[in-house]
């Protein structure tokens, strides 16, 4: 029983599903967070696969414009939460719209990000995951296993 949870929780929050090698899309979205997220979102489109590199971000201000040649588009969800990131980029891509995403966010987030996004945007989603540091990644870790339940039994809609 112990393995049994042991290998369920390691499949969800440290080795969740992921895309390896994502294909072209509309826009880059990086989720909040820690780790190297925005740099791996502006490798992606120094590769190629999207024009657009939208960043979630406490405040508008700090949104810095890295590449010429790619638009960037910075946002502050309301709330500021991983539902909230959800709605904003929904709307975005609404709004543009976007069929394809790829979103960038720390490996503990993937599997409760896949569930948000995918109840607020009906489009196809890449998640290229990047690492958290040991630190952040250990509370993230005991983090996500309640905001997992919290989306699965309290906030079953986008």
């Not at 502006?42 to 949104?63: F, I, M, N, Y």
């Not at 630190?135 to 039994?153: N, Q, S």
């Amino acid at each position: 029983m112990i393995l049994a949870a042991a290998a369920v929780d390691m499949r969800l929050f440290v080795f969740p599903e992921r895309d390896l090698s994502p294909t072209h899309a509309d826009a880059i979205v990086v989720y909040g967070g820690p780790g190297e997220r925005t740099e791996r979102a502006w490798e992606l489109a120094d590769q190629g696969h999207a024009s657009t590199v939208v960043v979630s971000v406490p405040d508008p201000r700090s949104c810095t414009h890295e590449r010429a040649t790619v638009v960037e588009l910075c946002y502050t969800p309301d709330p500021a939460t991983t539902r909230g990131e959800a709605q904003a980029v929904a709307a975005m891509a609404r709004d543009r719209g976007w069929n394809d995403l790829i979103i960038v966010a720390g490996t503990t987030q993937v599997t409760r990000l896949r569930l948000r996004q995918g109840r607020c945007f009906d489009g196809n989603l890449q998640v290229v995951a990047v690492r958290e540091p040991l630190g952040p990644f250990l509370y993230r870790w005991v983090y996500e296993h309640g905001a997992l339940v919290k989306a699965l039994v309290l906030q079953r809609s986008c």
